[in-house]
């Protein structure tokens, strides 16, 4: 999962308005460090997290920030709202305004919840050619029964937007509990779906996106960094977009 990358001559040149065979004079004078680290080669690749001084002079220092949330019911999934509190009024971090979401929940809904300020890896999560599987824990008003293991594999028919679902897996944990995994993301798709057996969903929590659990030490309205680990699961399960 890499960010957009320029060659390092162009950056330098957009930044300080150098021309760009001068720009081969301060690399060979050893003036330019790329994360700490003297730079010659003007083919090398830069992004917009790496660290990049000129004569100490620090030109770009922005790191990029990867965040697990535990979104309580009740806090809509927007980073402004007139109405609602926001996930991101939930934090404190400096790098808060930076943020933006990589997925949503509904504002009833609660559970996993990624922010990043990285564009690049929060396209990538949520392009619907990741079919990244997202699993909830869902509670219904009535008694679920076998028929709803194989509707939900088989898909529904959404004819507002002319497609039907993909399998999804449904496992009844209880009379009026189930997991559900689903492969995308449509609007309101677990409510919608359960819908179509007069159930309402009476609550809805997100446990996982792909490998990456719902960290159960983060209490709702908390949130904290990926770990690297957990940026690697990610970036394996969605390596092949
Ligand atoms: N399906 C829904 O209906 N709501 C959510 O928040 C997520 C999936």
Known sequence: MHSKRSRLDRFISAHCAIKRKDIRLLLAQGRVQVDGVRATDVDLQVDQFSHITLDQRVLQERSASYVMLH?????????????????????????RAELHLAGRLDLNSSGLMLLTNDGQWSRRLTAPESKLPKRYRVTLGKPL??????????????????????????????????????????YHQIKRMFGRFRNPV???????????????ELKPGESRDLTCHELALLAEESASI
């Open 145 to 186: 029964t076998r028929d709803y293991v194989d509707a939900f594999a088989r898909g529904f028919y959404f004819p507002y937007e002319g497609i039907t679902t993909l399998p999804a897996r449904l496992e009844i944990l209880s009379d009026h509990c189930a997991e559900v995994i689903l492969c995308e993301g449509k």
């Open 71 to 95: 979104k309580p019911v009740g806090v809509v999934s927007a980073t402004r709202d007139v109405e609602h509190q926001t996930v991101l009024d939930l934090m404190a971090r400096p790098d």
């Open 202 to 216: 009476l609550k809805l929590h997100r446990t996982a996106i792909g490998q990456l659990e719902l960290d159960p």
